[in-house]
Every structure is written in structure tokens, then in C-alpha cells.
């Protein structure tokens, strides 16, 4: 769950025009002088981007450090400022932060100032570093080599490709390089060479380090900032490749001739790999130089967009034939979308964004379909378990209250049930501005404020711990050492705590059931406002 803070750069009016009433000053006549140096160097940096930003005032200026690692914004209006620096290769700082990545101090200026030395030292990013060997112990050329992190998605945990990615040259050495602070698995893919009908029965399983297929044998390192770690190396193992073949019909189940089968390996272990091919006339298909694992098949038809299927499939070390996969059209979902009755005026329709998934299954998603002028809505989806969402995409203060189907049963979070090519109708989405609105602060042992933290409220019904669940809240101090989480009524846990690995998700059922032993109970009604100071907590396990 993450959340970002749009920062909405204005432009200058003309010296001949007022600006509108209450709109935010966005120019001024105070200066932010610093200099940017690489850390434990000395040395100036050059070209360094570096932000002044005041969210209140909705300002965000830059500029490139010189040659001198030097650098001004000048014109800014008095407020209160949060100052990033952040160049390729080098982790990227806030001034005035207690650890890399963390949120930065915030520089007080009032108009004519001149504030200097707003300085910062650049950590370089970590570098991992290693040779990918055959079973004889000769080089593989290549390879692509990943950091991976272990991340929980849709309600299972999966390893999730990260960024700095690398391949291997022509002696097996690789170098991954550009990673920010934190826990990463590695992971080795040699892409098989085959397309389509290919007889080639020689292939290499996709590896973790040390040299393992299995997620859970997987070594985790530690990247710190500037930190090269080196002698990451594995060795792939040959494993003997088969094949897969079938059929793929339309939904009057004749020949998808032309059509396009695809076999990707599910995200769900995060290695690469694959295969695949083109439709015979007779509508069966063939691929090549699969190597075990568990797989999710696509047929597609150029033409014929409401024609495709997917299916997850296991591979074992035998041929899997006799595979019939059958396009159908899409299921039609129906409904209208309705505003409780309050003080907020409502938003227009064309703010609004329907969102329906299918989070434990292969199926589709529409995240980005606004509701008709009168508030019904229309989407396509494939059979499966769903989840209905909706959100205001502007201004405004309207969250999910309920969804109902026709007869009137809450599947808000339950979800319900797509049948195939079905048309199910009379779905209503409601949506309110009540909600219960929880601030405060956060404060450490020694009573002082603490900004650098990640705040979660989390139900006290484990029940409740799901996919897209709604009672699950997280925030972070803003500025002003102030949290808002917004969450609907219910019982609920709070604990604060510092994150380390950005990467790390609180949502996870298994850290949560960590964070409750020493969390804070609290209840809040349906609108109630809530000012709550919490005690930084030990962090969890992750």
C-alpha cells in the first residue's frame, strides 16, 4: 500500500494580474544556497538534482548542482521547505535525515532570507556482484541477473523484481548496480532459446542464490548505502526441458488459426522465462523448452479483442499434452454508483474511477473506467472471484462505503462471483464522506516528536486482514510531525515504528499479527474524529 503526495507546480502570474483570493504564493524573495559533496570524499558532485518543496504552497523548484557541487533556488515565498538532492547512481538524500531514505528536516525561511549551507553528502547506491557458472564449471553468457525483493501482493507473498538488473558477459561476470538500501535475493535466468515448435530437450532452471529453484531456500542479503558485495556466484543446473502442446478453440470452440499462445512463468516466484507460438490452421500448438515450474498460458487472436483466455498450468519433467484452452467473451457487469446523503457536496462522475479485480486469480482488471453522465457504469471481465472498487480521481472527500448486488447483500469486502460470459446487473457502489478521521503524533522514549516513522492501523478482527481490505489504514507524520489516517468505524490496533526497507509491506498478515502485541486499542464511530499521541514501537521481523 503505498500512498504519494501530488505536489502541483504553479505557475507565476504576470505582474499586471492580482492573484485569485487565498490562492498559494508560488514566488517570493528568499534563497536556498548549499553544496553537494560525495560522502566520505570530499569531493564536489556535479549535476545533482536538487528540490525545494513546500506542499502547503504547492512549490516544488529545481536545480543542478555546478561544477563546484554548488548550487541556488532563489524566488521561493516564505513557508516552511523539505530540500532533496538525488543524481543516477547515488542513493538520494533529504537534508537533514537520520538514516538513508528517510524524510528530512524542514528548512524555516520568511521572505528576503538567505539561508545557506543546506548541504548534503551522496551515498553511492550498492553494487552486488558475481559469475554465473554451467554445471562444468564454464562461464555462462547471458544470464540475466535480478535482485528480487519479497513483497505481499494480492494476498500472497511473491518475489517482485527490483530495480538494477544485469547480465552476464563473456565470463559469467555480472554487476547489479544502482540499488537503494535494503534486503534483496538474487535471482538467475537463462532464457530459453526455443520458439515455437522447437525439439530441444536442454534447458536450465531459473536459480536463487545460493543456487537454488525453491523461494524458500533463498538466501536474503542486506545492501547497505556505498556497499559493493561481491562473490554472489551460482552455478544453474541442467534440467531436461519437454514440451507443451494442445489446442486452442474460440468460444464456439472451432480453430484459433492465427491466434498467439504464450506461456510466462506465474509472478507469484518472480523468475523470468517462457515460451511461445503461433496457432496452426487446425488450431493446435506447440511449445518448446519448458522447463518445470508453474505457468500461466495465454491464447490471443489479433482482430479480436474480446476473444482470450488464460489458464495456470504446472510443469513437471514429462511432456504436458492433450491441452485445450477455449476463448470466451467476457462476462458484462452493470451498475450505478450513488453518494450518501452529507454536507460534502458530491463530485462529478467523470472524477470518479471503477476498479474491479480478481485478486486470487488470473483474470481481468479495469482500473481506469469512469461511470456514465447519470452515474451507471459498464465493465468486461473474465469468470472468477471479484472485488469492486471505486474513487474520486480530485478534489473531495468521498471513500468506499458499500457495495451491493441486486438483492441488497453487502459483497463490499467478501466480493462476489463473475460466471462466464454471464451479464450480472443491479451492482451499486456507494460511496460517503463519512469516515472516521484519526490524527496525532508519534513520539520516542524520550518524549520528543519523531517524523521518521510509518504509522498502521489495523482491525482487531484478523478476519479482516484481507486483499484490498478497507480496515487497514497507514500513514506517516507529515511536515508538521502530524499523521491522518481516515478508516471506516470499527475496533482497531495502532502502533508506530521506524521502517527501514521501504520495500518492506506492513500489510502483510504475518507482520501484523507481529505488530498487535504491542499495539494500541482504540475504537472510532462513522464520522468521529480522533487525536491519538502514540510511542514508537520495536519494528517487526520482516
Not at 212 to 232: H, K, L, P, Y
Not at 351 to 369: E, K, M, T, W
Not at 503 to 509: L, N, Q
Amino acid at each position: 500500500m503505498k500512498f504519494l503526495i501530488a505536489l502541483l507546480i504553479a505557475g507565476s502570474a504576470s505582474a499586471a494580474q492580482a492573484p485569485a483570493r487565498d490562492a498559494p504564493v508560488t514566488t517570493g524573495t528568499a534563497v536556498i544556497r548549499g553544496r553537494v559533496i560525495v560522502a566520505g570524499a570530499d569531493r564536489p558532485l556535479s549535476r545533482v538534482e536538487v528540490h525545494a518543496i513546500c506542499a502547503p504552497l504547492r512549490v516544488n523548484k529545481a536545480v543542478l548542482t555546478d561544477a563546484s557541487g554548488r548550487y541556488e533556488i532563489a524566488a521561493l515565498p516564505a513557508g516552511r521547505y523539505t530540500v532533496s538532492f538525488s543524481r543516477t547512481n547515488y542513493v538520494r538524500a533529504s537534508f537533514g535525515q537520520r538514516r538513508p531514505t528517510g524524510p528530512g528536516a524542514l528548512v524555516e525561511i520568511a521572505n528576503g532570507q538567505i539561508v545557506t549551507s543546506i548541504d548534503a553528502a551522496l551515498q553511492l547506491a550498492g553494487v552486488i556482484t558475481g559469475r554465473i557458472l554451467d554445471e562444468f564449471g564454464d562461464p555462462l553468457t547471458n544470464v540475466q541477473v535480478q535482485p528480487m525483493r519479497s513483497q505481499f501482493i494480492n494476498g500472497e507473498r511473491r518475489m517482485t523484481q527490483a530495480a538494477g538488473s544485469g547480465m552476464t558477459n563473456d565470463l559469467g561476470e555480472y554487476r547489479m548496480y544502482g540499488l537503494a538500501p535494503g534486503q534483496y535475493f538474487v535471482s538467475a535466468t537463462l532464457r530459453t532459446q526455443s520458439f515455437g515448435d522447437s525439439s530441444d530437450r536442454t534447458g536450465y532452471a531459473p536459480t536463487y542464490y545460493p543456487g537454488t529453484g525453491n523461494v524458500s531456500e533463498a538466501q536474503r542479503m542486506t545492501v547497505a548505502s556505498g556497499q559493493t558485495i561481491t562473490g554472489i556466484n551460482m552455478t544453474l543446473q541442467p534440467i531436461l526441458a519437454v514440451q507443451v502442446s494442445g489446442a486452442a478453440l474460440d468460444g464456439q470452440r472451432r480453430p484459433m488459426a492465427g491466434g498467439y499462445v504464450s506461456l510466462s512463468r506465474r509472478v507469484g516466484n518472480g523468475l523470468s522465462g517462457g515460451a511461445s507460438a503461433q496457432v496452426r490452421p487446425d488450431g493446435t500448438f506447440t511449445l518448446g523448452g519448458v522447463t518445470p515450474g508453474d505457468y500461466n498460458l495465454r491464447v490471443s487472436l489479433q482482430g479480436a479483442p474480446d476473444e482470450n483466455a488464460t489458464a495456470d498450468i504446472t510443469v513437471t519433467n514429462a511432456d504436458l499434452k492433450d491441452v485445450e484452452i477455449v476463448a470466451t467473451k467476457p462476462s458484462t457487469i452493470r451498475g450505478r454508483v450513488v453518494f450518501e446523503a452529507g454536507d460534502e457536496k458530491a463530485p462529478a462522475f467523470k472524477l470518479l474511477r471503477i476498479n474491479l479485480s480478481h485478486p486470487s486469480a488470473v483474470g481481468y482488471g479495469f482500473s481506469n473506467d469512469a461511470p456514465r453522465d447519470d452515474g451507471t457504469f459498464e465493465l468486461k471481465s473474465g469468470a472468477g472471484h471479484a472485488l469492486l472498487r471505486a474513487s474520486v480521481m480530485g478534489p473531495g472527500d468521498w471513500r468506499l462505503k458499500r457495495v451491493l448486488t441486486a438483492d441488497g447483500t453487502d459483497v463490499t469486502d467478501g466480493g462476489f462471483d463473475i460466471p462466464a460470459t454471464a451479464i450480472v446487473e443491479g451492482l451499486v457502489i456507494e460511496l460517503t464522506s463519512r469516515y472516521a478521521d484519526v490524527s496525532g503524533t508519534v513520539v520516542d522514549a524520550a518524549g520528543t516528536a519523531v517524523r521518521d516513522c510509518i504509522v498502521v492501523f489495523f482491525s482487531q478482527d484478523p478476519l479482516r486482514w484481507t486483499t484490498q481490505t478497507r480496515y487497514v489504514g497507514v500513514g506517516r507524520p507529515d511536515q508538521e510531525n502530524v499523521f491522518h489516517v481516515r478508516l471506516p468505524a470499527g475496533d482497531y490496533y495502532a502502533a508506530a515504528f521506524e521502517l527501514e526497507d521501504q520495500s518492506a509491506s506492513v500489510t502483510d498478515p504475518e507482520i501484523l499479527q507481529q505488530v498487535q502485541n504491542r499495539a494500541t486499542k482504540l475504537s472510532v464511530g462513522d464520522g468521529e474524529k480522533k487525536t491519538l499521541a502514540l510511542t514508537m514501537s520495536e519494528p517487526p521481523i520482516f
